[in-house]
Structures are given as C-alpha cells and as structure tokens.
C-alpha cells in the first residue's frame, strides 16, 4: 500500500506535473531512502497559515485579534491536519517502513498531520499558491465555521489566545485559601499582558485556574458557555 494513485489526484482537485512532488509529500521517514516528507512538512505548515490567516481575514472582517488567534490556532493544529488527512483516506497512500505500518502508522494523528501538511506544500510547488489555497479552502471549509467555539479548558483556550496574539503566556497565582479542609475554597488570579489581573475561587487550586482564565476569556469576549 502507499504511493501516487490518480485516485487521490482526482480526489485533490489537481494533476501533478511532477508526480515525484506527491511521492515525496506521502514518503514516511521510515521508509527507505532520504525523500521523505520532513522537509515538506515544514513549508506546507506555512502555507497553510497564510491561506488561514487571509480566509479568516476575509470570513469574518468583524473578528478582532483575539478572536481571530483563536480561530487560527485551531485550524491549524495537527489535529485539524488530521483530520483532513483522515476524510482524504490519506494514510493508505503513505509509503512507510514495515515497522511502522504493523505499528498502526497509517492512522496515527501525528503521522497523519504531518503528511497534510507535506501534501499542502507539494501542492504548493507543484501548482502555485492558488491551487495551495484552492485545497486548504476546500477541506477545511467544515472546520472553520466552528473553529470559535472555545474549548471547555479555559486555561488552554487563554493560552492559545495569548500566543496567537503574541503575548506571554498568562501566569497564575494563590491570592488565598479559605474554609476548613473538608472544603476549602482557592482563590487564584490570572494576569495577561495588557489586561488588568482577574481573580476567581473554585474548590481546588486547578478549578480556580480554570475560574479565572474563563473570566478573563469572558473579559475578552471569547467564552461560550455549552448551550
């Protein structure tokens, strides 16, 4: 199993000129050989954001930073590259080595994320950014209109938001402990560049974390709470 198929062109959109772009794009490390995906991989991540960052640009000219850091990094995380890779049935096209495969390779997320974004930059050289963009908006046209939707780990979310917008990462503090030990109330504050700290209680110290960095993410106006 593994390799070029006209299948898996057709199912791209695309004819490769040069098909040895594909087969480098679908090429496991732990095949033989150094034409792998590796180097690939690492251009198709950046093409990938580029054709995020103008598509969010364009979907959504309301967005401030914020919200459009957290769209982004949640399109493209390997997770979203994924699961791509799994519509396109992606893992029997790569060519691995036997150890790997008897492993579970082909449906390994990592393996599977990173093979998608080695595909996106094969696309890339083989096409130009237009055929590039033309994939991307294609097969995440599922993925972006929920790509707002804040995960129910606050503190996860905070964290995203604060790199997308390329600020430190939010830092935490014990401001207090209260009550008996059979119940104890934490309170903890959550501080992040250029916003004034907030504080929160919950009934351990990690409940307050996530108390807070929810409140500031309601601050920011990127909470929704689970109807």
Not at 7 to 23: K, W
Not at 97 to 121: N, P, Q, S, T, W
Request: glycine share 10%; hydrophobic share 40%; aromatic share 6%.
């Amino acid at each position: 199993m593994g390799g070029v198929s006209p299948e898996l062109q057709t199912r791209l959109g695309h004819r490769f000129a040069d098909e040895s772009l594909l087969r480098r794009a679908l090429t496991h490390p732990s095949a033989e050989g150094s034409n792998n995906y590796q180097r690939f991989e690492f251009l198709g991540d950046r093409v990938l954001g580029l054709a995020i960052a103008k598509w969010l640009l364009e979907t959504f000219p309301q967005a401030d930073e914020g919200e459009l850091a957290v769209r982004y990094n949640a399109l493209v995380r390997k997770e979203a590259c994924a699961e791509v890779a799994e519509r396109l049935d992606l893992g029997r096209h790569i060519v691995m080595g036997g150890g790997e495969e008897k492993a579970g390779g082909r449906r390994k997320a990592a393996i599977l994320g990173d093979a998608c974004e080695a595909l996106i930059a094969a696309l890339y050289l083989d096409g130009g950014h237009e055929v590039a963009e033309r994939f991307v908006r294609t097969e995440w046209s599922a993925l972006i209109e929920r790509s707002g939707k804040v995960p129910q780990d606050a503190k996860t979310a905070l964290q995203e938001w604060a790199q997308g917008a390329g600020r430190p990462v939010p830092k935490y503090a014990l401001a207090g402990r209260t009550g008996p030990d059979h119940a104890p109330e934490f309170t903890v504050s959550v501080e992040v560049e250029g916003q004034a700290a907030l504080k929160a209680t919950g009934a351990s110290k990690r409940q307050a974390e996530q108390a807070a960095a929810r409140a500031m993410l309601e601050k920011l106006g990127l909470w929704q709470d689970e109807d």
